[in-house]
T-cell receptor, first 118, second 115 residues
Framework: AQSVTQLGSHVSVSEGALVLLRCNYS??????LFWYVQYPNQGLQLLLK??????LVKGINGFEAEFKKSETSFHLTKPSAHMSDAAEYFC????????????????FGKGTKLSVKP | GAGVSQSPSNKVTEKGKDVELRCDPI?????LYWYRQRLGQGLEFLIY????????KSGLPSDRFSAERTGESVSTLTIQRTQQEDSAVYLC?????????????FGPGTRLLVL
């Protein structure tokens, strides 16, 4: 069965430090991969996604992620954390066709809450 | 243009009561999804509508949950005889065609508390 694992429910970094949020997936078919961010009291917003092509994907607010098929990973990074990055981050997968549910249905990890210390 | 909207933003109800949650998708989006986010958990898929096709209800946790969608517009999620474990944030999302590579656009959610 398809699944998403996010290592670390809470990550704390200092302002200016590297942000690394880990995501691994389990899938028997090629996935589409997403990172969404949820700011306090707001809905989910897409940060970036991988569908095809270049495996290093750049998103909004300086975030990027690299799809590594051999490691079944899609870790999210940002070189220098900013206070405004404090939020909850969700990794998700979907597939072509009806794998794992409806066509286009997202399967989410449990989320990682990022805190940024001044 | 306008994003996905949901109402109410918050709902407090007593155990055993029925509740109805509403979602207005982005105009022109044929696909609509409902998800549930319980405290400390990721989002769980509930139900999917695509155009005029029969909805995929495979994620609904029990027969107390049902949803309807009028054409390609408003959707309502109904929970009958609410239980405390139904307390969660219910999120609606829409996308243009409902294929896997598409971005889903999420509403702000309805926070449901069952006392």
């Amino acid at each position: 069965a398809q699944s998403v694992t996010q290592l670390g429910s809470h990550v704390s970094v200092s302002e200016g430090a590297l942000v690394l949020l880990r995501c691994n997936y389990s899938s028997s078919v090629p996935p589409y991969l997403f990172w969404y961010v949820q700011y306090p009291n707001q809905g989910l917003q897409l940060l970036l996604k991988y569908t095809t092509g270049a495996t290093l994907v750049k998103g909004i607010n300086g975030f990027e992620a690299e799809f590594k098929k051999s490691e079944t990973s899609f870790h999210l990074t940002k070189p220098s954390a900013h206070m405004s990055d404090a939020a909850e981050y969700f990794c998700a997968v979907s597939f072509t066709g009806n794998y794992g549910g409806s066509q286009g249905n997202l399967i989410f990890g449990k989320g990682t809450k990022l805190s940024v210390k001044p | 243009g306008a994003g996905v909207s949901q109402s109410p933003s918050n709902k407090v109800t007593e155990k055993g009561k029925d509740v109805e949650l509403r979602c207005d998708p982005i105009s022109g989006h044929t696909a609509l999804y409902w998800y549930r986010q319980r405290l400390g958990q990721g989002l769980e898929f509930l139900i999917y509508f695509q155009g005029n096709s029969a909805p995929d209800k495979s994620g609904l946790p029990s027969d107390r949950f049902s949803a309807e969608r009028t054409g390609e517009s408003v959707s309502t999620l109904t929970i009958q005889r609410t239980q405390q474990e139904d307390s969660a944030v219910y999120l609606c999302a829409s996308s243009f065609a409902g294929i896997g590579a598409e971005t889903q656009y999420f509403g702000p959610g309805t926070r449901l508390l069952v006392l």
